[in-house]
Each structure stands twice: as structure tokens, then as C-alpha cells.
């Protein structure tokens, strides 16, 4: 039986990780794969039950580091119930965001330290990472556009954060990917979603 991998895509909204996931998984599923997909935070029924924490919060919401734990604890309950059991069976799992998404929104947006979401990573998930993470990058022009088809103007708690925050987030995004660029491939996000999938394929290397 091959070997499974781990494989996550990351960016900022409305960037087409969820299509993006979508094809990758059709694509490796036609050559004979066995593939889970998923997402974050969620993945899990407990998980899910904290993203709707997350991302529909009552009351005022939380502040950074109560968020980075929610998102550490989602992953960790994601990881250890979703995530190994597949890549023990062999299975590829495709993850819609993880941890360089915390890495990024917690720690370059709402400037948590980023070696406290390590430590956090390391603590919750035993510091899992991805075999190959694929940073969608998109123009933010086009973010705006795609989001207002997406959205009409109906984002969730963290989506609706200002422009300052989202391009701190991508920044984020980029520095992070420069600084491991054995894990990550970066990806041009434009064109049409088969387009897109071709780099994304020739990224995995499948
Ligand atoms: P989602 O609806 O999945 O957003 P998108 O479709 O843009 O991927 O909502 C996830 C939101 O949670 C998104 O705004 C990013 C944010 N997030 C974090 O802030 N930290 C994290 O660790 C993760 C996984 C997501």
C-alpha cells in the first residue's frame, strides 16, 4: 500500500482553498488514492462544535490568546481523531487551513507571538506538520471581488476584520512561507479554478 501524505492549503479569504481542495482530491482520488478532506477549525464534531464557538462567538467575543487556544484545542481533537487515523491507513488528508493559519491570524494579525503557537502546536498535536503546505496568494483587488459574489457582504467573525488586519495576516502568510521553503510551495491564485489546480498539482508533485 503507498504511503499517504499530508497535505494542507492555506491563504487568506477568499483565496479558493475549498475548490482548491476539492479538485486536488478528485484528481488524486482518480489515480487510485484514498483521500480525506477536511478543514479548519473543524474537522471533528468536537471541533466543529469550537469553530462555531470561534467564528459565531456570543457575547464579545474573545480576546487573542483565548482565540489561539481554541484554535489549538480544535486542532488538537482534529489531529488526533481525524488526522494520524488517516495517514496510519495509508489515506492522503487534504486540510483546508491548519497551524500556519493560526501562524498567521493570531500571530501576525492579532500579533501573538510565534513561537507561543508553537509551543501551543507542540503541546496540543504533538507538532504535526503538513508534508506540503500550499499558500494560495491572490491579489487583494480580486480578493475583494471573489468575496463579494461569496459574502454579500456577510462575513463571520474573523473574516470581517478590517483591511489592516487581512494584510497583516498576508504577510504573514509570506514571511512564513519564505522561511520553510522545504514545506511550502507558494501558488499564483488567479486565472480560473483548473488553472489554478494545474500549480497546485505540479506543487504536490502527484
Ligand atoms: P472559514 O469560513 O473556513 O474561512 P475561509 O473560507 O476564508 O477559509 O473560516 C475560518 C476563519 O478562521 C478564517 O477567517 C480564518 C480563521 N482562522 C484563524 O484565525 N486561525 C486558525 O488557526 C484557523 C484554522 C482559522
Request: avoid cysteine; charged fraction near 25%; hydrophobic fraction near 45%.
Given at each position: 500500500m503507498s504511503m499517504g501524505r499530508f497535505i494542507a492549503l492555506e491563504g487568506g479569504e477568499g483565496v479558493g482553498k475549498?475548490?482548491?481542495?476539492?479538485?486536488?482530491?478528485?484528481?488524486?482520488?482518480?489515480?487510485?488514492?484514498?483521500?480525506?478532506?477536511?478543514?479548519?477549525?473543524?474537522?471533528?464534531?468536537?471541533?466543529?462544535?469550537?469553530?462555531?464557538?470561534?467564528?459565531?462567538?456570543?457575547?464579545?467575543?474573545?480576546?487573542?490568546?483565548?482565540?489561539?487556544?481554541?484554535?489549538?484545542?480544535?486542532?488538537?481533537?482534529?489531529?488526533?481523531?481525524?488526522?494520524r487515523p488517516a495517514l496510519a491507513r495509508g489515506e492522503w488528508v487534504l486540510t483546508d487551513r491548519y497551524l500556519d493559519s493560526s501562524r498567521a491570524y493570531q500571530g501576525g494579525g492579532s500579533g501573538l507571538d510565534d513561537t507561543d503557537l508553537l509551543t501551543l502546536h507542540r503541546?496540543?498535536?504533538?507538532?504535526?506538520?503538513?508534508?506540503?503546505?500550499?499558500?494560495l496568494e491572490l491579489h487583494p483587488d480580486e480578493v475583494a471581488q471573489r468575496l463579494a459574489v461569496r459574502d454579500r457582504g456577510v462575513s463571520d467573525r474573523i473574516g470581517g476584520r478590517d483591511v489592516a488586519y487581512h494584510a497583516r495576516v498576508a504577510m504573514a502568510f509570506r514571511r512564513i512561507a519564505a522561511a520553510d521553503p522545504a514545506r511550502f510551495a507558494v501558488v499564483e491564485a488567479g486565472g480560473s479554478p483548473d488553472a489554478v489546480h494545474a500549480r497546485v498539482l505540479a506543487a504536490v508533485g502527484a
Amino acid at each position: 500500500m503507498s504511503m499517504g501524505r499530508f497535505i494542507a492549503l492555506e491563504g487568506g479569504e477568499g483565496v479558493g482553498k475549498s475548490t482548491q481542495v476539492r479538485l486536488l482530491a478528485d484528481a488524486l482520488r482518480a489515480r487510485g488514492h484514498g483521500v480525506v478532506t477536511t478543514r479548519e477549525p473543524g474537522g471533528t464534531p468536537g471541533a466543529e462544535a469550537i469553530r462555531a464557538m470561534l467564528l459565531d462567538p456570543a457575547g464579545e467575543g474573545w480576546g487573542p490568546r483565548a482565540e489561539a487556544l481554541l484554535f489549538a484545542a480544535a486542532r488538537a481533537d482534529h489531529v488526533d481523531r481525524l488526522i494520524r487515523p488517516a495517514l496510519a491507513r495509508g489515506e492522503w488528508v487534504l486540510t483546508d487551513r491548519y497551524l500556519d493559519s493560526s501562524r498567521a491570524y493570531q500571530g501576525g494579525g492579532s500579533g501573538l507571538d510565534d513561537t507561543d503557537l508553537l509551543t501551543l502546536h507542540r503541546i496540543g498535536s504533538g507538532g504535526l506538520l503538513p508534508d506540503r503546505t500550499i499558500l494560495l496568494e491572490l491579489h487583494p483587488d480580486e480578493v475583494a471581488q471573489r468575496l463579494a459574489v461569496r459574502d454579500r457582504g456577510v462575513s463571520d467573525r474573523i473574516g470581517g476584520r478590517d483591511v489592516a488586519y487581512h494584510a497583516r495576516v498576508a504577510m504573514a502568510f509570506r514571511r512564513i512561507a519564505a522561511a520553510d521553503p522545504a514545506r511550502f510551495a507558494v501558488v499564483e491564485a488567479g486565472g480560473s479554478p483548473d488553472a489554478v489546480h494545474a500549480r497546485v498539482l505540479a506543487a504536490v508533485g502527484a
